[in-house]
Nanobody, 115 residues
Framework: QVQLVESGGGLVQPGGSLRLSCTAS????????MAWYRQAPGKQRELVAR???????NYADSVKGRFTISRDNAKNTVYLQMNSLKPEDTAVYYC?????????WGQGTQVTVSS
């Protein structure tokens, strides 16, 4: 069973930065896509950024130019560097990975952007 351990959330002032990390362990098969989603109160979960096994990336328009997703395949870890944070970035951030058989989700980490 694949387990995802997330870290790096917290409270930050507008304009500040945070770096989220998520490490996948226990997969018998290669991790393919790694991604970050977020869900704000009263809203649907949305894709923030994803990175494919060939290093191609996708970003939500709302975070382009501010967030950067990266991965370390040797560590099965995905990172999300978040800069110039805004109050509207406040949400629970969820790590997502898949292999060729299943999708897996992390437990979520809270990011709060407030002065």
């Amino acid at each position: 069973q694949v387990q995802l351990v997330e870290s790096g959330g917290g409270l930050v002032q507008p304009g500040g930065s945070l770096r989220l990390s998520c490490t996948a362990s226990g997969s018998r098969f290669s991790i393919k896509t790694m991604a970050w989603y977020r869900q704000a109160p009263g809203k649907q979960r949305e894709l923030v950024a994803r990175i494919f096994s060939d290093a191609r990336t996708n970003y939500a328009d709302s975070v382009k130019g501010r967030f950067t997703i990266s991965r370390d395949n040797a560590k099965n870890t995905v990172y999300l560097q978040m800069n110039s944070l805004k109050p509207e970035d406040t949400a629970v951030y969820y790590c997502y990975v898949n292999n060729e058989y299943r999708d897996y989700w992390g437990q979520g980490t809270q990011v709060t952007v407030s002065s």
